[in-house]
């Protein structure tokens, strides 16, 4: 069975900066790609970043400069590095799997396969 398990959210200061993690488990994940998606209070679920088993990565215009998605395939595991974060960044962030092998990066959720449970982010002073 398939897990996806989020952590590392917290509450954090306008300008200060939290790292998510997304530990994979019942599948190797080394040649899929991997994604953060966010949903804030009343919003839909938004793309935030995705890196595929190429290392190619894709974000967000909102989060460009300021997130960086990474992985470690040793350790089954996916990272999204935030900075400089906003009030706006405020939501539950949720990592996904892709179902397909050797897939670009994606801002679709339906190119996703797997999902976790969320981690709240609050950003707030």
């Known amino acids: 069975q398939v897990q996806l398990v989020e952590s590392g959210g917290g509450l954090v200061q306008p300008g200060g900066s939290l790292r998510l993690s997304c530990v994979a488990s019942g599948r190797k994940f080394s040649s899929y790609a991997m994604g953060w998606f966010r949903q804030a209070p009343g919003k839909e679920r938004e793309f935030v970043a995705s890196?595929?088993?190429?290392?190619?990565?894709l974000y967000a215009d909102s989060v460009e400069d300021r997130f960086s998605i990474s992985r470690d395939n040793a350790a089954n595991t996916a990272y999204l590095q935030m900075s400089f974060l906003k009030p706006d960044d405020t939501a539950v962030y949720y990592c996904?799997?892709?179902?397909?092998?050797?897939?670009?990066?994606?801002?679709?959720?339906?190119?996703?396969?797997?999902w976790g449970q969320g981690t709240q982010v609050t950003v707030s002073s």
């Open positions: 996904a799997a892709a179902g397909r092998q050797y897939t670009p990066p994606s801002r679709l959720p339906t190119d996703y396969a797997y």
């Open positions: 890196i595929s088993w190429s290392i190619n990565r």
